[in-house]
């Protein structure tokens, strides 16, 4: 087999192994009011499961990038796949809210693993800006799983498919990586001293390290915090919220797949300090608007987190690179982190926003509405903190070698 041949397998077993990282955030949004319904819980008992999603990620991200040059991202990808198939298992056979923790958790380990392998073995096998753009693509399918999933969760839940039914889905694409994995021989490290520990967690001690950890912390939630939510949030808000959460992922798989030339014309920390303002609006819009205004809301708001993640690790890989697999697998650990973290805290917002209106004589449909309104107006903090740290690196980093642009192929 050619090295291209093998580099293509490589990208594209990765790419589905995303999709299914995608999978399970979508299909886990759709069917968590048919999860809180058959086992009784309330909105902060489902921000704990949620929590388990985000909790697993980091700790197999870190462990992931401490023994990636030992074991190799082969070996990361094999626990990667067994971590999904028992976490799918589990969770559709459920018997209650601890299994669900379980079950839950070993799918994060998972999606953790995923981005622990393929982050450094993409910066391996591409260099410079072409890195820049395939870690763009590779990203892209995230949320191009979330769409492909979010779809067949609401055409399901609309034709009356169990919530089991639905999580079988994401053992399609699981198996499609397995496959394209088996039998190929993977990339070794480019970067002279890269696969020193010692040298990783120096390149990490530096101060620009640090910042973008800060950074990645709100990015993330950023990301994170209104869409794993979109169902109970903007349920009854007028919009469809798997259409909602639909659309804002189908544009950011576009904008991620045509991410080249936009950091190679703005830079990493420009396309980072733009992406802030607008999912300021984005989510402020969210909680004033009703109706088809909420699908522009979506809209405002893909395009302002479109490409925090893979920008936020491409910074690393191009101005942290001696922090090699290990550095690009712990801040991706903490964005997923500081996610685990804010989902129960988002969800006992729901729980208190959903009390106060209600003692007010609120109820229905329009109690449901104004605490979700609520909610978003508080996570609107997230990206106005965003907005003035990326100023800050912005002129911190005036200096340095700005991202060229990335030709398309």
């Given at each position: 087999?050619?090295?291209?041949?093998?580099?293509?397998?490589?990208?594209?077993?990765?790419?589905?192994?995303?999709?299914?990282?995608?999978?399970?955030?979508?299909?886990?949004?759709?069917?968590?009011?048919?999860?809180?319904?058959?086992?009784?819980?309330?909105?902060?008992?489902?921000?704990?499961?949620?929590?388990?999603?985000?909790?697993?990620?980091?700790?197999?991200?870190?462990?992931?990038?401490?023994?990636?040059?030992?074991?190799?991202?082969?070996?990361?990808?094999?626990?990667?796949?067994?971590?999904?198939?028992?976490?799918?298992?589990?969770?559709?056979?459920?018997?209650?809210?601890?299994?669900?923790?379980?079950?839950?958790?070993?799918?994060?380990?998972?999606?953790?693993?995923?981005?622990?392998?393929?982050?450094?073995?993409?910066?391996?096998?591409?260099?410079?800006?072409?890195?820049?753009?395939?870690?763009?693509?590779?990203?892209?399918?995230?949320?191009?799983?979330?769409?492909?999933?979010?779809?067949?969760?609401?055409?399901?839940?609309?034709?009356?498919?169990?919530?089991?039914?639905?999580?079988?889905?994401?053992?399609?694409?699981?198996?499609?990586?397995?496959?394209?994995?088996?039998?190929?021989?993977?990339?070794?490290?480019?970067?002279?001293?890269?696969?020193?520990?010692?040298?990783?967690?120096?390149?990490?001690?530096?101060?620009?390290?640090?910042?973008?950890?800060?950074?990645?912390?709100?990015?993330?939630?950023?990301?994170?915090?209104?869409?794993?939510?979109?169902?109970?949030?903007?349920?009854?808000?007028?919009?469809?919220?798997?259409?909602?959460?639909?659309?804002?992922?189908?544009?950011?798989?576009?904008?991620?797949?045509?991410?080249?030339?936009?950091?190679?014309?703005?830079?990493?920390?420009?396309?980072?300090?733009?992406?802030?303002?607008?999912?300021?609006?984005?989510?402020?819009?969210?909680?004033?608007?009703?109706?088809?205004?909420?699908?522009?809301?979506?809209?405002?708001?893909?395009?302002?987190?479109?490409?925090?993640?893979?920008?936020?690790?491409?910074?690393?890989?191009?101005?942290?690179?001696?922090?090699?697999?290990?550095?690009?697998?712990?801040?991706?650990?903490?964005?997923?982190?500081?996610?685990?973290?804010?989902?129960?805290?988002?969800?006992?917002?729901?729980?208190?926003?959903?009390?106060?209106?209600?003692?007010?004589?609120?109820?229905?449909?329009?109690?449901?509405?104004?605490?979700?309104?609520?909610?978003?107006?508080?996570?609107?903090?997230?990206?106005?903190?965003?907005?003035?740290?990326?100023?800050?690196?912005?002129?911190?980093?005036?200096?340095?070698?700005?991202?060229?642009k990335i030709p398309e192929e």
């Amino acid at each position: 087999m050619s090295a291209s041949v093998n580099k293509n397998a490589l990208f594209y077993g990765s790419c589905f192994a995303l999709i299914t990282t995608g999978f399970t955030f979508s299909i886990r949004a759709g069917i968590l009011p048919q999860l809180g319904v058959e086992f009784g819980l309330s909105a902060e008992q489902l921000g704990f499961i949620n929590s388990m999603w985000f909790l697993g990620f980091p700790i197999s991200m870190i462990i992931g990038g401490l023994v990636y040059h030992t074991v190799g991202p082969k070996t990361i990808m094999t626990v990667a796949f067994i971590a999904h198939t028992l976490g799918i298992i589990l969770t559709i056979y459920a018997g209650g809210y601890t299994a669900l923790l379980i079950s839950t958790l070993l799918i994060g380990i998972g999606n953790g693993c995923t981005e622990a392998a393929c982050n450094p073995m993409i910066a391996d096998m591409y260099s410079g800006v072409r890195m820049n753009k395939m870690l763009n693509r590779f990203h892209m399918w995230f949320p191009g799983g979330i769409l492909i999933g979010a779809l067949i969760s609401k055409f399901m839940t609309d034709f009356g498919f169990t919530w089991q039914a639905q999580m079988w889905f994401i053992m399609v694409p699981a198996v499609i990586y397995a496959f394209l994995f088996f039998g190929k021989v993977f990339p070794k490290p480019k970067v002279e001293g890269a696969t020193s520990l010692l040298s990783n967690f120096k390149a990490m001690l530096s101060p620009l390290y640090i910042f973008l950890i800060v950074c990645m912390a709100l990015t993330a939630i950023t990301e994170f915090g209104p869409g794993q939510w979109v169902e109970i949030i903007l349920g009854s808000s007028g919009a469809d919220p798997m259409l909602i959460l639909a659309l804002t992922a189908g544009l950011v798989a576009l904008l991620r797949f045509f991410a080249g030339p936009v950091v190679g014309k703005f830079g990493q920390i420009g396309v980072l300090l733009g992406g802030a303002v607008f999912a300021a609006i984005g989510i402020y819009m969210f909680s004033v608007v009703t109706g088809p205004l909420a699908y522009v809301a979506a809209i405002v708001y893909a395009l302002g987190y479109a490409y925090f993640w893979p920008v936020m690790v491409g910074a690393v890989a191009q101005r942290v690179p001696l922090s090699s697999a290990l550095g690009m697998s712990v801040i991706g650990a903490v964005g997923m982190f500081s996610s685990s973290i804010f989902q129960p805290i988002i969800g006992s917002w729901i729980d208190g926003s959903m009390e106060d209106y209600r003692s007010q004589g609120i109820t229905g449909d329009e109690l449901q509405l104004v605490a979700g309104q609520e909610t978003l107006e508080k996570m609107i903090t997230f990206p106005a903190i965003l907005i003035v740290l990326f100023l800050v690196l912005l002129f911190w980093q005036k200096n340095s070698t700005k991202t060229e642009k990335i030709p398309e192929e």
